[in-house]
C-alpha cells in the first residue's frame, strides 16, 4: 500500500513540474531562461521514464536531451541577435502556430484512444541496460553499425555548413 | 517481495533536495543576515573596476557552434558505450570488434574535421569586428 502511494507522488509530482516548466518555457521574458526551464522539463521526463522502469531511455533522456540538444539551443541563443526582441507576432504566423499544434495533437491522440484504459503493465524481461546492449551487440549489430555513419554524416554535413560560414 | 526498479532510485530523492538546499539556503541565509545599503555605486556590475559596455547577453562568435555540434555527436556515441559496458562481458571479443568497427568509424569523422581547419580558431578582422559592434567598417 505505501510503495503505491509512493510512485503515484512521485508520478504527479513529476508530471506538476514537467507541464509547469513547459508553460515556464513558453511564458519566460527572456528566451535564454526558456531555454533554462526546458531542462527542467528533460529532467522530468527522465524522471517518468524511471517510473516505467525504463532505466536505459531515462539516461539517454538525461545525457542527450538534457545535455546535448539544450546545449545546442543555448548556443544557438547566444549566437542569434537579441535586438529583434518583442517583435509582433504576424497573423500568419499565428495561423500556422495553430495548425501545426492542432495537428500534433490528432497526431498524439491516435495512439492514446486506441489503447484500452487502464493499459496493463508490460513486465520488463530483465535489466533494460542489459537487455539493450544484448540486442544491440547480437541481433542488430548491421543497424548499429549504421548509425555510426549516421553519425559520420551528420559530423560531415556540420563541418561542411560551418565551413561555408566562415569563408564568406 | 521483488523490488522495482524505481525503487532503487529513491536514495536519489534526498539528494535532488539537499542540492536544491545548498545554493538556495546560501542566497537565504545571505539575503537574512547582510546589511542592505545600496548606493549606485555598489549597484554597477563587477567588473574589476572597469565600467562594463554593453549587455552581458551579447552575440557570441557562430565559431564555437561546430564544438556544440562535435560534442552533440560524440555524446551519442557515449550512450552506445553504456550498454556495450554492460553487456561486454558475456559477448567478449565479438562486442570489443564491433565497438572498434564503431568508434573507428567516428575517428574518421574527427580526423575530417580536424584536416579540414574545422578545430582551429579563425580570429576575426577588424572589419568583421566593426561590423559587429554595430559600427561601420572604413
Known amino acids: 500500500m505505501r510503495k503505491v502511494a509512493g510512485d503515484i507522488i512521485a508520478f504527479y509530482v ?3 513540474l514537467a ?11 527572456d528566451i535564454f531562461h526558456g531555454a533554462l ?22 539516461a539517454i533522456q538525461i545525457l542527450v536531451y538534457a545535455g546535448a540538444v539544450l546545449v545546442l539551443i543555448l548556443f544557438a541563443i547566444v549566437f542569434t541577435r537579441r535586438d529583434r526582441k518583442g517583435e509582433e507576432v504576424s497573423r500568419g504566423h499565428m495561423i500556422a502556430g495553430v495548425l501545426l499544434v492542432a495537428g500534433l495533437v490528432a497526431l498524439l491522440l491516435q495512439p492514446l484512444l486506441r489503447v484500452p484504459w487502464p493499459a496493463s503493465l508490460i513486465e520488463p524481461s530483465g535489466p533494460n541496460t542489459y537487455s539493450v546492449g544484448l540486442s ?5 549489430v548491421i543497424p548499429f553499425e549504421i548509425v555510426s555513419l549516421a553519425l559520420l554524416a551528420a559530423l560531415i554535413g556540420a563541418v561542411y555548413l560551418s565551413k561555408r560560414e566562415v569563408g564568406s | 517481495m521483488v523490488v522495482e526498479l524505481y525503487e532503487q532510485y529513491v536514495p536519489v530523492i534526498p539528494f535532488i533536495i539537499i542540492g536544491v538546499l545548498i545554493p538556495a539556503g546560501g542566497m537565504i541565509l545571505a539575503w537574512l543576515m547582510r546589511v542592505k545599503n545600496p548606493y549606485p555605486e555598489k549597484l554597477t556590475t563587477y567588473e574589476c573596476g572597469e565600467e562594463p559596455i554593453g549587455q552581458a547577453q551579447m552575440q557570441f562568435d557562430v565559431q564555437y557552434y561546430i564544438y556544440a555540434l562535435l560534442f552533440v555527436v560524440f555524446d551519442v556515441e557515449t550512450v552506445f558505450l553504456y550498454p ?25 569523422a574527427l580526423i575530417y574535421a580536424w ?13 568583421e569586428m566593426v561590423i559587429r559592434e554595430g559600427g561601420r567598417a572604413r
Do not use: C, H, N
Open chain 1, 14 to 16: 513529476l508530471a506538476f
Open chain 1, 19 to 29: 507541464i509547469a516548466a513547459s508553460i515556464m518555457v513558453m511564458e519566460a521574458q
Open chain 1, 37 to 58: 526551464y526546458l531542462a527542467l522539463v528533460f529532467a522530468s521526463v527522465a524522471g517518468l521514464f524511471i517510473l516505467l522502469t525504463a532505466e536505459f531511455l531515462a
Open chain 1, 136 to 140: 544491440l551487440f547480437t541481433d542488430y
Open chain 2, 84 to 108: 556495450w559496458a554492460v553487456v561486454f562481458p558475456d559477448i567478449g571479443i565479438l562486442a570489443v570488434i564491433e565497438m572498434i568497427i564503431f568508434i573507428a568509424m567516428l575517428v574518421v
Open chain 2, 115 to 127: 584536416k579540414k581547419g574545422i578545430l582551429e580558431w579563425m580570429p576575426l578582422t577588424w572589419r
